[in-house]
């Protein structure tokens, strides 16, 4: 079982800066990709950014290019998302996602999620 916690959001103003961190625990097989969605109400969950665990291969939303980066720590199972230049438009529940498990089995685990607001 992998327990992952999320922290780091909060409110903040438009055009200032928040450091997500998740870290993953508990009996971990193999961590292929880590990253962060977010979702507001009545929308779909999206894609923030993710990196792969090999390569350190990223991918980022076209919102958030520039302005985003997500960073990993493998040796302590932790992903961040570094969040700058914050738009009102970011506001939503961040949650983290890390991929484990073998080709064929891979596993989804997914965060609580932390609540980042942005007032303009």
């Known amino acids: 079982q992998v327990r992952l916690v999320e922290s780091g959001g909060g409110l903040v103003q438009a055009g200032a800066s928040l450091r997500l961190s998740c870290e993953a625990s508990g009996i971990i097989f193999r961590i292929n990709a880590m990253g962060w969605y977010r979702q507001v109400p009545g929308k779909q969950r999206e894609l923030v950014a993710d990196?792969?665990?090999?390569?350190?291969?990223?991918n980022y939303a076209d919102s958030v290019k520039g302005r985003f980066t997500i960073s990993r720590d493998s040796a302590k199972n932790k992903v961040y998302l570094q969040m700058n230049s914050l738009k009102p438009e970011d506001t939503a529940v961040y949650y983290c996602?890390?991929?484990?498990?073998?080709?064929?089995?891979?596993?989804?685990?997914w965060g609580q999620g932390t609540l980042v607001t942005v007032s303009s």
């Open positions: 990196i792969t665990t090999r390569g350190g291969s990223t």
């Open positions: 996602r890390v991929v484990t498990g073998i080709p064929l089995e891979y596993v989804e685990n």
